[in-house]
């Protein structure tokens, strides 16, 4: 079974600094997709990043950037810069190759302190 | 181009009623999917359809929940005879057409409380 697992429930920032969400994974396929969601008060659900597994290169969006070590199975999401808009749930999520459904970890609530 | 559409956003219903909720994709996307997230929980998934067909349902309650997208109008997910436990915010998500691997984007949700 695929499993996603964020370790850290809590994290905080100072604003304008730089944070590290963990996510590491569980997978026997070799072809997957990989996802950060943002997750405000809200509670809208906002694609932050996506990765996919067959690309070495990290991606990254704007002040996102993701630090992906296959062998590992390791997916962290490193935010720039922090801003109290940043503040939310962030989950990451999985898709593995051919299947359609996306499995989620617990999340992280990170608070951006002023 | 309007986002997944969702509603109602909040849905109040007493134990034994039955609860509706309606998931609009975004234009062009004929690939729907239900999640449910708990309290303090992540997304859990439910069920994929694309038109009237149901493709994956592995993640769906065997009984008092049911998924349909038709031909014409939105996907709805039908609970039967709620119960306390069904409580939770109920997320639809679409994609592409031929992507079956691209990215699902989120409604809003409907958040149902069941009294």
Redesign the interface.
């Known amino acids: 079974a695929q499993t ?1 697992t964020q370790s850290q429930p809590e994290m905080s920032v100072q604003e304008a600094e730089t944070v590290t969400l963990s996510c590491t994974y569980d997978t026997s396929e070799s072809d997957y ?1 990989l ?1 950060w ?1 943002k997750q405000p008060p ?6 932050v990043i ?1 990765q996919e597994a067959y690309k070495q290169q990290n991606a990254t969006e704007n002040r996102f950037s993701v630090n992906f070590q296959k062998a590992a199975k390791s997916f962290s999401l490193k935010i720039s810069d922090s801003q109290l808009g940043d503040a939310a749930m962030y ?1 990451c ?1 999985h ?1 593995q ?2 299947s ?8 992280t609530k990170l608070t951006v302190n002023p | 181009n309007a986002g997944v559409m969702q509603n109602p956003r909040h849905l109040v219903r007493r134990r034994g009623q039955e609860a509706r909720l309606r998931c609009s994709p975004m234009k062009g996307h004929s690939h729907v999917y239900w999640y449910r997230q708990l309290p303090e929980e992540g997304l859990k998934f439910m069920v994929y359809l694309q038109k009237e067909n149901i493709i994956d349902e592995s993640g769906m309650p065997k009984e008092r929940f049911s998924a349909e997208f038709p031909k014409e109008g939105p996907s709805i997910l039908r609970i039967q005879q709620v119960v306390r436990g069904d409580s939770a915010a109920y997320f639809c998500a679409s994609s592409p057409l031929f992507a079956s691997q691209e990215t699902q984007y989120f409604g809003p949700g409907t958040r149902l409380l069941v009294l």
């Open positions: 996603v997709y996802f969601y809200s509670r809208q659900m906002i694609l996506r989950f999520a898709n190759g051919g359609e459904k996306l499995v989620f970890g617990k999340g």
